[in-house]
């Protein structure tokens, strides 16, 4: 099967894709388009104009990070989700709320200024502390093996890590189990390899452009 993963450098879905790629060491391409003026044959392919798109043959276009790493998950050995359906369904709905946490990350980083930075950092504060009752004691979302779930939530703290070097977007104190299991994802290899190796610097222009609070922080560290 020949699998051709349709990216755009900075996005934290396909993201998610390539890590569950590279844990499960299937052979892939990845080919990177510009989001701000994509190739016609994308806009075949890609209903919503999003990335990532999974061309599987170069006949099938499936679209929507979550449906790809189910369908990636499924056609290769070992899963990365959970046998019991109970569980299996708990992790896709945090897989959800992953998503919902991409909201506040995008509101943190294009913040004008302080207050409204302190605004934003406090509501993914408080997701994060729904994550904090639910994990155990890790070092993954369900243990010891990586999960989807896992996959989703690791380009988030790859992003708040990042900025935690120039100013806190959440208390790595008051959310202690958070933190390692942020720290045990950013360690693995495959996390680490899931993005291109000028990303850190993309990232931090990106935030700089869109925040002048962040912009601030960053001049002064
Ligand atoms: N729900 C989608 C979200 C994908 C998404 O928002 N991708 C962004 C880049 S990170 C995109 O392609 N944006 C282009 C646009 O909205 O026009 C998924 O999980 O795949």
Same mark, same amino acid.
């Given at each position: ?68 790493? %189910? !369908? ?7 899963? *990365? ?7 299996? &369904?708990?992790? +896709? =709905?945090?897989? %959800? !709320? ?7 990350? *995008? ?7 302080? &207050?409204?930075? +302190? =605004? ?15 994990l155990?004691d890790g070092p993954f979302f369900?243990g010891d093996?990586l999960?989807?779930?896992d996959?989703?939530f690791a380009?988030?703290f ?19 189990r958070v933190a390692a299991w942020s720290d045990a994802l950013l360690a693995l290899?495959?996390v ?30």
């Amino acid at each position: 099967m020949e699998l051709e993963l349709i990216s755009f450098k900075l996005c934290p879905f396909v993201q998610r894709s390539v890590i569950t790629l590279l844990h499960k060491q299937v052979p892939h391409t990845i080919t990177y388009i510009d989001l701000n003026s994509p190739p016609a044959w994308f806009s075949e392919i890609s209903p919503l104009g999003k990335v990532p798109v999974l061309r599987v043959d170069n006949r099938h276009a499936i679209f929507e990070s979550a449906v790809i790493n %189910e !369908f990636i998950d499924e056609v290769t050995p070992g899963r *990365m989700h959970p046998e019991d359906p109970v569980r299996r &369904a708990i992790n +896709r =709905a945090w897989i %959800e !709320f992953a998503s919902d946490c991409w909201g506040d990350h *995008m509101q943190i980083t294009s913040a004008p200024e302080e &207050a409204k930075f +302190r =605004a934003h950092r406090a509501a993914l504060e408080a997701k994060l502390a729904r994550l904090e009752q639910v994990l155990g004691d890790g070092p993954f979302f369900n243990g010891d093996s990586l999960a989807l779930v896992d996959t989703a939530f690791a380009p988030l703290f790859m992003r708040l890590e990042m900025l935690n070097r120039f100013v806190s977007t959440y208390d790595r104190e008051t959310l202690p189990r958070v933190a390692a299991w942020s720290d045990a994802l950013l360690a693995l290899p495959e996390v680490r390899d899931s993005v291109v190796p000028e990303f850190e610097k993309l990232y931090l222009a990106t935030v700089r452009n869109r925040s002048d609070y962040l912009d601030d922080c960053l001049d002064a560290a």
